[in-house]
């Protein structure tokens, strides 16, 4: 897969399968698009475009920073890549580019810069300024300008449309397996290890404090998770806590992880969370002890969980 950073660094080809959108988590919707553009371009030999748009729209044009994301730019890439797309151009978005009216997307951007021939988007993409672009004008514009269009409905999972927002809500709740259901793979957090207190290690649960890589990543509901590990090149099953640590009067929310069966020092090391289940709700205890016997209890479920 080709990136570029502007739709100026990409040269024209013969014929472009092109699909648009901000596509954060590259969920079922969105792999949907992606199979589709695929065929066509296989079909016509031809290639696979995608256009997406960073900073994510609403974190430039309403300054809404709670806005939390599934996917970095660089995550994003990685499962494009995976997906074998040809070319991923970022255009780079301003609120210069979203004043951008939409018969000017079309025909500077879609069709001089690109050179589209068959456009393919989601039942509910708009673009241009104040979002009034649609497929119905796509499709006016498509004999003029020599593309044809095509509209890929709703994908449904468990008869619920499946949006990057649902999956936002369905994390931010902690139902980590619907929302898993929805990307079609485990979500997963990715940061640097970090020193910590070690109060965990004086409880015989050693952790890895996590430092989150990217600042508008969603990090799941508070709670204990049973998640998958990789770490030093390798992957390890473990149980994640994430939250304040009530029982110790934590004053900062941490994500720290358990790795059963692991001795290694890897402090400042690259690591990565996969998300599987989500055990319980973080509980204040009335002690050291009860918070122990009830890490013991927790690892016998996530053990169970993973069967191991």
Do not use: C
Request: proline share 3%; hydrophobic share 35%; glycine share 6%.
């Amino acid at each position: 897969m080709k990136i570029y950073n502007s739709p100026d660094e990409f040269e024209k080809i013969d014929y472009a399968v092109v699909t648009s959108g901000t596509f954060d988590g590259v969920h079922v919707g969105h792999q949907k698009i992606l199979s589709r553009i695929k065929d066509v371009a296989q079909k016509k030999g031809g290639e696979t475009v995608l256009l997406t748009y960073w900073p994510h729209p609403r974190h430039v044009l309403y300054e809404d920073q709670s806005l939390h994301l599934l996917s970095s730019l660089e995550e994003k890439s990685v499962l494009l890549r995976k997906h074998k797309i040809d070319h991923l151009i970022i255009i780079p978005f301003t609120r210069q580019f979203a004043s951008l009216s939409s018969d000017d997307f079309i025909e500077n951007i879609l069709v001089n810069k690109i050179g589209t021939k068959k456009l393919v988007i989601g039942y509910d993409h708009k673009f241009g300024r104040n979002r009034s672009g649609s497929f119905e004008e796509l499709k006016k514009n498509g004999p003029k300008y020599g593309f044809e269009v095509e509209e890929i409905p709703e994908q449904d999972v468990d008869h619920v449309a499946v949006s990057s927002t649902k999956i936002r809500k369905a994390l931010e709740t902690g139902n980590i397996e619907k929302a898993n259901k929805y990307l079609d793979r485990h979500y997963d957090v990715y940061g640097k290890v970090t020193n910590g207190d070690k109060i965990g290690s004086t409880l015989g649960f050693p952790t890895a404090n996590i430092e989150v890589a990217f600042e508008h990543k969603l990090i799941p509901a508070d709670g204990i998770y049973a998640v998958e590990v990789d770490v030093l090149d390798k992957s390890w099953k473990g149980m994640l806590n994430i939250g304040y640590r009530p029982t110790v009067h934590g004053s900062y929310k941490v994500m720290e992880v358990h790795i059963f069966n692991f001795d290694h020092d890897i402090y400042d090391h690259d690591i990565k969370v996969f998300f599987h289940k989500r055990i319980r709700d973080e509980v204040k205890f009335s002690g050291l002890p009860e918070l122990k016997a009830q890490l013991a209890k927790d690892e016998k479920t996530v053990r169970s969980y993973f069967n191991i």
